[in-house]
């Protein structure tokens, strides 16, 4: 039971913004929308969550739209070592178990 | 991340044979957990546990077993060891918001 929606692929340009889009149409009032990356086959990394408010850290910005169905990573300048997989997931704050991993979205950067 | 570290870091074994998958953390995080990852797909939580007295079946217990020798340390057996459980294993620790993973174990049975 897939909560999120996200395209398997997509390009950017080195330099460019890389916009990450996710769809979380059933996004309970609780559950906050995390992103992670996987970088080859190294262990994922965490990048960014939010609840409503949009979010930004020294990696990204996240962007959830305000009736929170659907919500946006965004790499400001991409690099080549950005190329990785992103994962978006919704879950509850300190849930143990509810980190489920999609398919995510192959983000590949090119020079 | 370095605070989470595997062994081994690639296994190659036989059908029917006893595999013990290593974990530690150096994070101070009471929440650990495995998972293992197929070719072009996400990651499946395999066991988890909240504290050293505490061990919880996830998505796919199925022919897996746990052990939580200390906080630092959280194991994963094969008893007997099937080809399709030949993939990536990564073991990760949480601090309730975020969880941090470990560069993963790549298991293969023949």
């Known amino acids: 039971d897939a909560k999120t929606t996200q395209p398997p692929s997509m390009d950017c340009a080195e330099g460019r913004a890389a916009n990450l889009p996710c769809n979380h149409s059933?996004?309970?009032?609780?559950?906050?929308v995390y992103w992670y990356r996987q970088i080859h086959s190294q262990g994922p990394q965490y990048i960014i969550h939010g609840l409503k408010n949009n979010e930004t850290n020294e990696m990204a910005s996240l962007i959830i739209t305000e009736d929170r169905k659907s919500s946006t990573l965004i790499l400001p300048h991409a690099t080549l070592r950005d190329t990785a997989v992103y994962y978006c997931i919704v879950r509850v704050l300190y849930n143990n178990n509810d980190m489920r991993f999609g398919a995510g979205t192959r983000l590949t950067v090119k020079p | 991340d370095a605070d989470v570290t595997q062994t081994p870091r690639n296994r190659i074994t036989k059908t029917g044979k006893r595999i013990m998958l290593e974990c530690s953390q150096t994070?101070?995080?009471?929440?650990m957990y495995w998972y293992r990852q197929d070719p072009g797909l996400g990651l499946r939580l395999i066991y988890y546990?909240?504290?050293?007295?505490?061990?919880n079946k996830g998505e796919i217990s199925d022919g897996y077993s746990v052990s939580r020798q200390a906080q630092a340390k959280f194991s994963l057996s094969l008893e007997s060891a099937i080809p399709n459980q030949t993939a990536l294993y990564f073991c990760?620790?949480?601090?309730?918001?975020?969880?941090?993973f470990g560069p993963g174990t790549r298991l293969t049975v023949l």
């Open positions: 546990s909240f504290d050293v007295k505490d061990i």
């Open positions: 059933t996004i309970s009032g609780n559950e906050y």
């Open positions: 990760a620790t949480s601090d309730g918001l975020r969880q941090f």
């Open positions: 994070k101070g995080h009471d929440r």
